[in-house]
């Protein structure tokens, strides 16, 4: 029995995204076992930009920022918070008709 591997594919590289493949095998009596598949998609955002920095080792990371240059080509998500309407206005409109 030998040790774990990691294996990293980069699919789909382009100027705006890409998508890292992690699968984690492990050899038993000759037989090669996968562990753990896996698959995150990040964006060339300045939020995805840190998250590959963080979290895709070397020489990934390098062939990732080569496609995509010095600058992000996508905005980070903006994401609204809900509308809390307070529970006077909720109580009020209750027995209206209109």
Do not use: C
């Amino acid at each position: 029995m030998s040790g774990v591997t990691e294996q990293i594919a980069l699919d789909m590289l382009t100027e705006t995204s890409v998508s890292v493949r992690r699968e984690r095998t492990i050899e038993v009596e000759g037989e090669i076992i996968s562990l753990t598949p896996h698959r995150k998609a990040y964006m060339n955002s300045p939020s995805g930009r840190q998250q590959v920095q963080d979290e895709v080792s070397e020489p990934y990371r390098s062939a990732i920022f080569a496609v995509w240059g010095e600058e992000p080509t996508v905005a980070d998500p903006v994401w609204e918070s809900p509308v809390e309407v307070p529970e006077e206005e909720n109580e009020s409109d209750a027995g209206s008709a209109e």
